[in-house]
């Protein structure tokens, strides 16, 4: 698989026709912001023809409002001056702090421990579902600009999350029973060869794991190189294992992202789907919605119908997280939740399974419902469809309508309402307390 990043990727947009005024940007951006696309991705997903317009390109490839503008200007004057790399790597770095690499408390609030050594390449936010970072799997095929985990691109130790041993997450998982589903993600685990995923995996599938009931792989693999599961040196074993984990009784959920429905009109994509189904593994997909890529109705309506098509289940439509290039690729709620409305009236039930807009935020998994006029004040309506308290799973609330917020920490309570982040008038008792 040939990528391209840095300088390479500069060279790749030259050779496809860009400007030299988009090279600078892209060099300037790219300083800051981690950026890879790979063979896949520039041959055949993005169309150079509408190039900056084309939506897989927007995706891919930097764009100067991806960074304030005085962080821009201020990067860019270091560039055409020629400062040291040194110099260049602390501004970067100090560009990095601004943009809320950790979004969501994840540092703070949903790191565990073990024997009272934090395990900083997990993260266990909600009772029944532990995220696993395997230290292998910290990359990806090629990035996506949005990404929310792009602090474990950039190559600073202290933003990256990393479990070294499977030890740690079978030590971890026999003191907590409660959890059932195991999360793999990164990264992409998916860019791990398969001698390596069976070293993480194998261990999950023992009789003394059987409290662990689903292994979910969170992936853009199928979007990025497909090739994966159809044609690299050890995609029959990657298939293999898959079967072996179903057989095991295991409920396996590749958790795929696709974020334009143009990554599924491939016939390797097609193919890859086809291979990954018949090892009894169920294919979910979800991305969010993002400014200059998928924010429009018909965009989602037309992936929602051909993902139910090839026998993938839609599953979240997601609000972008308020990190990285928020300000670039950013949807306000009001909006967003047009488009998620337009965009499933135009679809059967069976693509209806898709819910959003949902904010991935510190308080849990928080969907947009509708905006009503409640006492005669127009009002967002949201519900908690996952907390870290799970007495709060299903509790209604009420935000000020605003037609600027983008994010959960934009609004404000209205109608007298329970927020999130307040203490709960309705709990009999309060949490339990754990080792995280």
Known sequence: MKTYSHERLAALARDRGMSEEYLRDL?????????????????????????????????????RDMLPPDVFENIAALHDSGAP???????????????????????????????GR?????????????????????????YCGYCFRWAQFVGVAELRQALRSPEDLTGYLANHREVTDVLFTGGDPMIMKTAVLKRWIEPLLDPAMESVRTLRFGTKALSYWPARFTSDADAGDLLRLLERCVAAGRHVAVM???????????????????????TGAVIRAQAPLIAHVNDRADAWSRMWQQLVELGVVPYYMFVERDTGARSYFGVPLAEALDIYN?????????????????MSASPGKV????????????????????????????????????????????LRPALGSWFPGQPDPEAS???QAGDR
Request: aromatic fraction near 8%; charged fraction near 25%.
């Open 342 to 358: 337009n965009a499933i009236r135009g679809v059967s039930g069976l693509a209806r399974s898709a819910r959003g807009p949902v």
């Open 429 to 431: 008792q309060p949490p």
């Open 118 to 142: 934090r395990l900083d390449g997990l993260q266990h936010k909600y009772d029944e579902t532990l995220l696993v970072f395997p230290s292998q799997g910290q990359t990806c095929h090629a």
């Open 27 to 63: 060099r300037v951006v790219s300083s800051v912001l981690p950026f890879k696309v790979n063979e896949y991705v520039a041959d055949q997903l993005i169309d150079w023809s509408a190039a900056p317009d084309d939506p897989v390109f927007r995706l891919t490839f930097p764009h």
């Open 367 to 410: 969907l947009l419902d509708s905006v009503t006029t409640v006492a005669g004040e127009r009002v967002f309506s949201l519900r908690l469809l996952q907390a870290r308290d799970a007495r709060l799973v299903g509790r209604q609330f009420f935000a000020r309508y605003d037609p600027k917020a983008e994010w959960f920490d934009d």
């Open 256 to 278: 795929a992202h696709f974020s334009h429905p143009r990554e599924l009109e491939t016939p390797v994509v097609r193919d890859a789907i086809t291979r990954v189904r018949s």
């Open 85 to 115: 790399r040194d110099v260049l790597r602390k501004a970067a770095a100090d560009a990095q702090e601004l943009l809320n690499p950790h979004p969501g408390d994840q540092l703070e609030a949903n790191v565990p421990t073990l024997d």
